[in-house]
Structures are given as structure tokens and as C-alpha cells.
């Protein structure tokens, strides 16, 4: 009797064992099949006491939206405060820009963003921070923002971000405590491009210095070129000439 009921414990915990692998491989495979990208935007629209306006950077934001769109992929918006997310570069001589502010379904996304209250990680394969100046008043200290990356990270997703976006990187931890650009490849707006556009007074940190202090292996090239890093599921890119190139290195990474 004893060694029945010894076999059918063991038959009972390989079951649990199977039914959790079988639960964990399902949410994989759910989290590569989704066909959602989160696209962060700050709610910051003002440089510091200098009076001058800011927002996200249209075309930080329309370039990898139009790469990932045309691929096949469903953009949502989420930002600090949710609602109507600030724009700065806005210039639709581009045409990317023109593309995507005149499409009348995402227009009306940008104007009318998520908070972070209302975002599901499990429904995203991916987490994409736009730049624009207005990103480094916001989107470093707001943990709603930085738990979704956690966990979109956790569940196998990609985290990125180009220019300053990766300032909502700075305080995002990994599942096991860890700041997630800890010992990784990362770039953003660097040093050098920040003084050349005088802002580095202004500014409430130095990004590339705070990325580096949380760990980063900080890879930059020279003033406004175009350089994008991809290190274990993390995407960066340095500037605004970069923003097109970040969405390609994103979708070449949801392939795999």
C-alpha cells in the first residue's frame, strides 16, 4: 500500500511539473505570436524653467511605426499621464511624419494615449520609448511605466528605445532585481549631442552618464549619426537619425 501511494505521489508532481512547463511555453509562444507593440510618448511638454515647449519627437515616433506597421503589427500608445501626449519635431514636410499624423486611426491614439494603469504587458511583444526632450522630466521616476517593461521583458519581449526614450530606461529592473541595462550594449543621446544643443544645463540628468552609473556598457558614435544596439532583447538607438533603423532592428528581432 505504502509503495502505491509513494508511486502515485510521483506520478502527481510530474504532472504539476508538466502542466507549468506546458503553462510557461504557452505564454512564450503567446508573447512571440503577439502581434502588439507598446510605443511609450512623454506627457512633459515644457524644457525645464526655460519656457520653450516640448513632447515626444514625431519622427522618433512615426519612422519605427511605419517599419513595424507595414509589417504587420498593431501600434498602441501609452504615456505618464495618459490622453493627449505633447509633439515636438513636428514637421510634416517629412513624409513618414505626414503618413502618420494624417492616418486617422493612430492619430487618434497619440491624441488619446493609454496611462500605464491601462496596459496589459501580456498583450505586448514588444516595448518601444520614443525621444524627444520631454522624456527625461517623465518617464524615468514612473514605475507603472517601468514595471510594464519588466514584464514584457520577463514574458520573452523586446524592450527598446531611441534618443532620449532610453531615459525611461534607467530605473527598469529585471525579474530578479536587477537594472535591466546592467552589463548590456546600450546607447542614447549622448553627452556631446546634449551640450550641442545646449541643453545639457537644462536637462534634469545626463543620460548617457545615468546609463552608464546603472551599469550600461555605453556604445555612442559621433553627433547625429545613425547607431542602433541591440544586446539580449534590448534595442537602442542614439538619435533621432536613428529612429528608423531602431524600428528595423525591432522587427528583425521578432522574427527570431
Known sequence: MKKIQTVAVAVAALLLTTLHLESTAQTKKSITMSKKILFVV??????????????????????????????????????????????????????????????????????????????????YAAIFYAGGHGAMWDLADDKGLSDIAT???????????????????????????????????????????????????????????????RGAKFEKSGLWQNHVTVDQRVITGQNPQSAKSVGEAILKELKK
Not at 514636410?93 to 491614439?109: S, T
Open 42 to 123: 512623454t506627457s512633459h511638454d515644457k524644457k525645464g524653467n526655460t519656457g520653450e515647449p516640448t513632447g515626444y519627437y514625431l519622427g522618433e515616433v512615426s519612422h519605427p511605426w511605419e517599419v513595424l506597421h507595414d509589417a504587420g503589427y498593431e501600434i498602441e500608445f501609452v504615456s505618464p499621464k495618459g490622453g493627449k501626449a505633447p509633439v515636438d519635431g513636428f514637421d510634416l514636410n517629412d513624409p513618414v511624419n505626414k503618413k502618420f499624423w494624417e492616418d486617422p486611426a493612430y492619430h487618434a491614439k497619440v491624441e488619446n494615449t493609454m496611462k500605464p494603469s491601462e496596459v496589459d504587458p501580456s498583450k
Open 151 to 213: 514584464k514584457i521583458y520577463a514574458n520573452g519581449g523586446i524592450v527598446s528605445a531611441v534618443c532620449h526614450g532610453p531615459a525611461g530606461l534607467v530605473n527598469v529592473k529585471d525579474a530578479n532585481g536587477k537594472y535591466l541595462v546592467d552589463g548590456k550594449k546600450i546607447n542614447a543621446f549622448t553627452n556631446e549631442e546634449e551640450e550641442a544643443v545646449k541643453m545639457e544645463k537644462v536637462v534634469p540628468f545626463a543620460l548617457e552618464s545615468k546609463l552608464i552609473e
